[in-house]
């Protein structure tokens, strides 16, 4: 049998007398296409790939996420993952394990850490730690699932000053594609502890993670807005003023493209805006004084940088929280130049017809490049800067979103380090050279080998697939 990417049988059919005798080994639901539920079990955040799998199975415990993977073995399927499906892949031909029921959060306050179940999202971590004064290294977005996330590396709102959510995890509890379940930390398993903190899902299915919290319970956060026309003046401002912060200042800056709905503040509905983002973990009147040459760029449509405490983080990008169609692209720039602003206004500004939503420059730099002696699989060497890119639109509309997405990457392609970010690989990042291009060589070289050994049939291969050597 092939083991590549491209295995997947979108056709498969299993009977209703298996999925009946995996039922009766489960406590959560198990569906196949045309049943009751079937088509909520497999609803996803990401609308513009649905999920279509074999069988669906809704795991409540990890004894039924063994039972769902030991089943896959059975009837030669590949195993695909869904907890909330921001960074989703097509799981046709596959068995679906939702992991959304297990939900559980624990906070131990005296060793500042967390455990979370595989279904967790992030605001829930926020908040439970929040309680306590204490922080994650949460993603931007408040439904992104912790797991997913980390396993890709995990680039917080404050991951200047503190790292990468890699970097800070602690314990992990897995099912293999043998259906056993193992724990994997710096002393147990380690080549395995190494290779998923940034090999994605290729190595089983997470049912907890262990990390560090922070003690870091408020924020000088929010955004400024500025008019789209003003966009080359605040992107070249922006660039030269993040050159000198200090760790504790993380920011981005995006255009945005802003639909005429009365949920957008009237200064920025139906038009073309500048949003800077800004989360610096220190004092208000420090804070205020590092973006005061921010403010005086131009004319500020809207301004919420202020304090805030840490469990309003969400606010600062004001993400989607519902589902929405996503064609999105990234990639990494090694360096901030005035040809580049000029690239990107000339193919996504106010003048360039772009039917992009979004496109955002993150400051990287400070912890992220302090990686921790043991090492994990992240290294974004060389780069300054994180670019992503997404139109938001159905079937119809994503030809002309792509296309778009490939004239601005290869307009910016002279500032880029040709590598990708594991976190933000796409739907559309699946061959083997897009996921190589996430890693050193003799990284993926090492990612081969713990993979041939662990899952040496490529069971999980839905996800930015790891060839096993």
Known sequence: MDHGQNSSQDSVAISMDAALRLATETVGPVL???????DAECASYNLAVPQRPALVVGAARVADVQAAVRFAAEQGLPVAVLATGHSAHSSAGAVLVNTRRMDAVTIDVEARTARVEAGVRWQQVVDAAGKHGLAPLNGASPTVGVVGYTLGGGLSPIGRTFGFAAD?????ELVTADG???VATATEEPELFWALRGGKGNFGVVTALEFNLFPVSHLYGGGLFFAGERAAEVFNAWGRWSADVPDEMNSSIALLQLPPVPEVPEPLRGGMVVHVRIAYVGSAEEGERLVAPLRA?????????????YTAVASIHADPPFPIPIVDRS???REFTSELVDAIVAQAGPDAGSPLAIVELRHLGGALNRR????NAMDLQGATFTCYAVGIGGPDQAEAIQAHLTRVFEAIQPWSTGRRFVNFLT?????????AEAYLPETYRRLAAIKGSYDPTNMFRTTHNIIPA
């Open 297 to 309: 760029i131009a004319p500020v449509l809207i301004d919420s940088v202020t304090e805030m405490p």
């Open 427 to 435: 739907a559309g990042d699946v061959t083997a050279e897009a996921v």
């Open 32 to 38: 196949l296409p045309g049943e009751e539920g079937y």
């Open 180 to 182: 056993q379940l193992r």
């Open 168 to 172: 800070h995890v602690r314990r992990i």
């Open 331 to 333: 990639g990494l720039l």
């Open 372 to 375: 921790p002696p043991s090492g």
